[in-house]
């Protein structure tokens, strides 16, 4: 976790427009003379807001502006001469003082102190990774990288934007700061303002809890801001006397608080049923008997189900430790995913249901003493036809290592893996499920269907040594799907490549393209010269290398869902550790960027980083991938009419993929394709802020409303300012919060 920097804020809020004011006079006129890149720059980041401000930037206005800048301009030209002078003057003491004895004896001194305050400057830049050292490997790529790119310059640059370290505890007592008297009245006053305020139904099975630890729970429920609930208590036979002390004393002291006692223990599934069969509520909220509920949770349940008509709904949440006294983790997740949800139980707490739904599929399945709640939360999606994700921690669980899920992990992945494979036979699909790289991590292998075939289209220009690579690689590492490789040979002129080129026909299909560079329309050329044989085209760019068997296989597997539209790949650097893509978060940087990007896909141990929560190993759904390595359908690619060829080069995979989201499908990141993407060799590289402003200007133009709204499967406590998931500081409590809802329903039609 971390601050982000000065040069992070600034960029995140488009500060870099400051750059003019701070211009000396001279450069501002040279900044906004008609036809400048300078002044281009400001029309393209204006434009890109969206903003009218562009019209202060008339000619008219400029003619005026320039001629009262030429007056300052005069006027700092004699300020210059006297400043002249006066340097020569301080030139000549400056130059007697260090020809003086006590000047070169003291030189060490100096040297040391000028060395030890580079140290501290240097100290203070590399404190971070001192906290957590497992970033010291990717630093030193991201070092690298920057030397290689800009030299020291860059190298300092990079330093200077390394965060601060601080604890998920420090930044939740922050947190807790900012939710202050004066919010508190503002959400009482908007919960007397609802109409139709629906009963929520708790249902918490206990057994055997701690004395204190019981008591903290239900008091988070009294302290609810909310207070149309009942706490609907079944007791699983405790044997602690105590137990049922605490229980009757709060029941006596509440009525909304109905406790029954079992004479048997029957399991926390039972219980839970037990609750469910008496609780009056249209909607019921699970709660464990030791962890904590955040005193606006009832609140924020009670606000999506009269804005959002859900079916199920869930939060973010915080771990406590097990004596409560610190919060050791946050947990921050994204819009509903059921690629990822069939990759891990990634929904744990809160979760609340509609109660005649829950009814509906039975309650929890009773015949299950462990992963009851993953076999629910399956179970409750299928029959969903709305479930709500708030971006807010709304529960403390609190972390026991003497509970079940510790002492009974293997038993755990037998009972989510025999659970998951029941989710995909009720749901009519064929599928394998195999355990994951980490505990409660899992793969689902699905069998390629017949009639699937793939054109692989790779756009070029020249670079014959880089087509060679690609399609080599293809043929030794795709074997399970028919594809054809379609070359797009764009107005080459290098004599090499060309005559490597002319060999292809042999084995691929080469084609012949003129005109302009414009990837979007080349790829769209490209499709429309192509049969109907095709089920899925593969957007590939001629610097991709295929590097292990079965990538093709496994994106194939995804993308012949009828709702998937596009798949997207693992990328990695040359260096084949290195991240280059792992999903594309939009609004990222302001428009768009790759998720993991400059990250190591290794940990100090040696083993694989699953990234933030699995994200980095779990199929799981996203908003856009990159077209340097995308599989897409050939019906939602003709349904969206393929890619908008007003977008040249920049976002136009982007934009590409959102049409692809509008029209009904979903976009999947799928990790178990991992390939080298050794980028941009063909068009060059630009490391000016934006290479392509114009294309930037029109996507942001084009989608502004999305942006505004947020990346669904990005979390908006994490910040926009860094690829590696990492949270939005400072933290701060906000009344009115984006609820992510995902409708769900037929996949579209052909």
């Known amino acids: 976790m971390r601050y982000p920097s000065n040069l992070e804020f600034a960029h995140s809020h488009g500060l870099g427009v400051l750059q003019l004011n701070n211009a000396p006079d001279n450069r501002k006129l040279e900044w906004l003379q008609p036809g400048s890149?300078?002044?281009?720059?400001?029309?393209?980041?204006?434009?890109?807001?969206?903003?009218?401000?562009?019209?202060?930037?008339?000619?008219?206005?400029?003619?005026?502006?320039?001629?009262?800048?030429?007056?300052?301009?005069?006027?700092?030209?004699?300020?210059?001469?006297?400043?002249?002078?006066?340097?020569?003057?301080?030139?000549?003491?400056?130059e007697r003082i260090q020809s003086s004895a006590s000047w070169k004896v003291s030189a060490p001194l100096r040297w040391i102190g000028h060395r030890i305050r580079r140290a501290r400057i240097l100290i203070a830049c590399l404190a971070p990774l001192w906290h957590d050292p497992r970033k010291i490997p990717s630093t030193v790529i991201r070092v690298r990288v920057a030397w290689d790119r800009g030299g020291m310059l860059a190298v300092k640059q990079l330093l200077l934007r390394?965060?601060?370290?601080?604890?998920?505890?420090?930044?939740?007592?922050?947190?807790?700061?900012?939710?202050?008297?004066?919010?508190?009245?503002?959400?009482?006053?908007?919960?007397?303002?609802?109409?139709?305020?629906?009963?929520?139904?708790?249902?918490?099975?206990v057994y055997n809890t701690p004395g204190g630890l019981l008591r903290r729970t239900i008091e988070s429920v009294l302290a609810q801001l909310y207070s149309d609930w009942e706490l609907c208590v079944v007791d699983d036979a405790s044997s602690q006397s105590e137990v049922r002390r605490i229980l009757e004393e709060f029941s006596a002291r509440d009525s909304r608080i109905r406790v029954e006692f079992s004479e048997r223990n029957g399991g926390i599934a039972r219980a839970t049923n037990r609750a469910l069969a008496v609780a009056q509520g249209s909607f019921v909220a699970l709660l464990d008997h030791d962890d904590v509920l955040e005193k606006q949770a009832l609140f924020r349940l009670a606000e999506s189900i009269l804005a959002d008509d859900p079916d199920m709904i869930y939060s973010d949440e915080a771990m406590l430790s097990e004596d409560g006294g610190k919060v050791v983790n946050h947990v921050y997740r994204p819009a509903f995913s059921p690629e990822r949800l069939r990759s891990c139980p990634y929904i744990v707490h809160l979760v609340a249901f509609r109660t005649d739904l829950l009814r509906e599929i039975g309650g929890l399945d009773a015949s299950l003493a462990i992963s009851q709640d993953y076999d629910l939360i399956l179970r409750a999606s299928e029959k969903a036809r709305a479930i709500v994700h708030i971006p807010e921690i709304l529960y403390l669980w609190r972390q026991r290592k003497r509970s079940t899920g510790h002492k009974m992990k293997e038993e755990v992945m037998e009972t989510s893996r025999q659970a998951l494979a029941r989710h995909l036979g009720r749901c009519g699909e064929r599928g394998e499920v195999r355990d994951g790289?980490?505990?409660?991590?899992?793969?689902?292998?699905?069998?390629?269907?017949?009639?699937?075939?793939?054109?692989?289209?790779?756009?070029?220009?020249?670079?014959?040594?880089?087509?060679?690579?690609?399609l080599e690689?293809?043929?030794?590492?795709?074997?399970?799907?028919?594809?054809?490789?379609?070359?797009?040979?764009?107005?080459?002129?290098?004599?090499?490549?060309?005559?490597?080129?002319?060999?292809?026909?042999?084995?691929?299909?080469?084609?012949?393209y003129g005109g302009p560079f414009n990837f979007s329309s080349i790829n769209n050329w490209a499709v429309a010269q192509l049969g109907g044989e095709?089920?899925?085209?593969?957007?590939?760019?001629?610097?991709?290398?295929?590097?292990?068997?079965?990538?093709?296989?496994?994106?194939?597997?995804?993308?012949?869902?009828?709702?998937?539209?596009?798949?997207?790949?693992?990328?990695?650097?040359?260096?084949?550790?290195?991240?280059?893509?792992?999903g594309v978060c939009v609004g990222m940087f302001g428009s768009a960027e790759h998720y993991a990007k400059f990250m190591d896909n290794r940990l100090p141990n040696g083993g694989i980083h699953p990234g933030y929560h699995g994200t980095l190993i779990a199929n799981h759904e996203v908003s856009a991938v990159t077209a340097a390595c995308a599989l897409m359908r050939r019906d939602a690619f003709e349904r969206i009419g393929g890619f908008d060829e007003a977008i040249a080069v920049g976002f136009g995979d982007v934009d590409?993929?959102?049409?692809?989201?509008?029209?009904?499908?979903?976009?999947?990141?799928?990790?178990h394709a991992s390939l080298i993407h050794h980028e941009s060799y063909t068009r060059g590289k630009s490391y000016e802020d934006d290479p392509h402003p114009e294309d930037s200007a029109l996507f942001t133009k084009k989608w502004r409303k999305f942006l505004d709204r947020g990346d669904p499967y990005f979390n908006p406590n994490l910040t926009l300012c860094s690829t590696q998931w990492e949270i939005r500081?400072?933290?701060?409590?906000?009344?009115?919060?984006?609820?992510?809802?995902?409708?769900?329903?037929?996949?579209?039609?052909?």
């Open 473 to 512: 690689s293809i043929e030794r590492t795709v074997s399970g799907v028919p594809y054809d490789i379609v070359v797009i040979d764009h107005a080459s002129t290098d004599p090499e490549s060309l005559a490597y080129f002319r060999q292809l026909s042999d084995r691929h299909r080469l084609l012949r």
């Open 162 to 205: 390394l965060p601060m370290e601080v604890s998920f505890n420090d930044v939740w007592l922050q947190y807790r700061q900012t939710f202050t008297p004066d919010v508190e009245v503002e959400i009482r006053e908007r919960i007397g303002g609802m109409e139709g305020r629906p009963l929520i139904s708790i249902l918490m099975p």
């Open 656 to 671: 590409l993929c959102l049409r692809t989201l509008e029209a009904g499908y979903r976009i999947l990141f799928c990790p």
């Open 534 to 582: 095709y089920t899925h085209y593969l957007f590939c760019n001629n610097d991709v290398e295929a590097t292990e068997a079965g990538w093709l296989e496994r994106m194939m597997e995804l993308c012949q869902k009828p709702d998937v539209g596009m798949v997207g790949a693992k990328l990695f650097y040359p260096d084949g550790r290195t991240f280059q893509h792992a």
């Open 37 to 94: 890149p300078e002044k281009q720059r400001l029309i393209n980041y204006f434009a890109a807001l969206g903003s009218r401000q562009l019209e202060r930037f008339e000619l008219s206005e400029l003619k005026q502006h320039a001629a009262s800048l030429n007056q300052a301009a005069v006027e700092r030209d004699r300020h210059i001469a006297g400043l002249n002078q006066a340097v020569a003057e301080r030139d000549g003491q400056i």
């Open 437 to 470: 790289l980490l505990f409660n991590y899992y793969e689902v292998r699905y069998p390629i269907e017949p009639g699937q075939r793939v054109a692989i289209i790779i756009p070029t220009k020249n670079h014959g040594e880089l087509v060679r690579q690609c």
């Open 729 to 750: 500081l400072p933290m701060e409590f906000n009344p009115h919060i984006g609820r992510r809802v995902i409708h769900l329903g037929p996949p579209p039609r052909a």
